[in-house]
């Protein structure tokens, strides 16, 4: 359904016959490590996410899995390899 409230007439999967469904009733604002980010729109509120209504929750546990600004940094140096597996896909 589309919001009434923080960014009216937007398609969101939280607002729902009886209001916002998400945390607190509202979209929350992003928060500093958001920065950069493309899914920052502009609401009645200020600065929220189109994709995450509470964006601190989203970071919480390490990385925004939404963000198009960072992402995670793998070194190949710490990735653990089977060598069994290794030695089958290397015969293959
Ligand atoms: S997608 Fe993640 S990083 Fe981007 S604005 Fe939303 S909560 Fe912030």
Redesign the pocket.
Known sequence: MQCQTVLAGTECVFWSKKGCVAEGGSCQN??E??E?????VDGTIG??????P??????SAG????????KVEVKISEVKVNPIKASKRAGR
């Open positions: 992003v928060i490590m958001c950069g980010c493309d899914h920052i600065p929220v996410c189109v994709k995450a509470a964006p601190a929750k989203k970071w990385l925004c899995n939404f963000a198009t600004h960072r």
